[in-house]
């Protein structure tokens, strides 16, 4: 008899055992697909806003509003639009620290982005309402908008795309071919520059000369993204002068869409400029 016991004591513990495991690998699976819900719930979510931020760029620019006027413009880390790191700023931005970083600092790190959502209770240095913020992991953030109702939030970076693209070519390699398409961009910025020298007829007066369109190319940082910012330009390849930075700039572009598999530039051999 206690030998039927133990038995069926030993067997009523195996079911036991089997029931428990069951129960944990339910309990395991209904975490798995309660974790894959709430990833497509926040991927349906992170699309939603992203179109909802290109519609509103879009519907920006349909209604005439400018995205490069200086209200609406891009100014990344300069919350307050003074040109300089003060205030809470310094603290905050994440892009390069202690550098200021207008055009070159990625929308995630943007405290004044495109078209943003204004705060009448903080004046930037126009003497308007600056840009509204929230916390994004513990670090403040302006925005563009939100969806109504909800804590999700976007910021636009909305500007113009025209011009020479200075981070052309291939950035990365130096100017030492007669036929590289380096050489050929080169040539196109220094011609670029001397015709702003010779626009009142008259060289040798204007606020930039030939060789300052070919130090864009000469002194450009030897990495895969080039020139990062528009205070990078000046201050290396144009000796620190606001002036001929203004000069050249509305012919410029640090960023462009550019696919290799379409676009491959063919340079043939130039005399020297």
């Known amino acids: 008899m206690s030998m039927r016991r133990g038995l069926a004591l030993l067997v009523v513990v195996g079911v036991l055992g089997v029931l428990v495991l069951l129960a944990v690998a339910f309990v395991t699976m209904a975490q798995l697909e309660r974790k894959a819900s709430q990833q497509r719930l ?26 490069s006027f200086s209200r609406n413009a891009y100014r990344g880390e300069d919350w307050d639009a003074s040109g300089t790191l003060n205030g809470f700023e310094p603290a905050v931005e994440t892009y390069r620290p202690g550098v200021l970083d207008t055009d070159a600092c990625p929308t995630a790190g943007a405290l004044r982005p495109s078209f943003f959502l204004a705060d009448p209770a903080s004046l930037g240095a126009d003497g308007l309402p600056a840009p509204r913020r929230i916390l994004v992991d513990g670090r403040e953030r302006g925005l563009s908008g939100s969806f109504s109702g909800s804590s999700l939030s976007y910021s636009l970076k909305v500007s113009p795309q025209g011009g020479f693209y200075v981070n052309g070519g291939d950035p990365a390699s130096p100017v030492t071919v007669t036929t590289d398409y380096n050489l050929v961009l080169r040539r196109m910025l220094g011609t670029l520059a001397e015709a702003i020298d010779r626009e009142d007829g008259t060289p040798g007066d204007g606020p930039v000369s030939a060789v300052d369109g070919l130090n864009l190319i000469d002194l450009r940082p030897r990495t895969t993204r080039g020139w990062e910012s528009w205070e990078q330009v000046r201050d290396i390849a144009l000796g620190g002068s606001r002036t001929r930075l203004d000069a050249l700039r509305p012919y410029l572009t640090l960023s462009a869409f550019v696919d290799k598999k379409v676009i491959a530039p063919n340079a043939l051999p130039l005399p020297p400029l």
Do not use: Y
Request: aromatic residues 0%; charged residues 20%; negative net charge.
């Open 42 to 67: 926040h991927a349906t979510q992170a699309t939603l806003l992203a179109r909802s931020g290109l519609e509103d760029a879009l519907a920006r620019i349909s209604a005439g509003q400018d995205p």
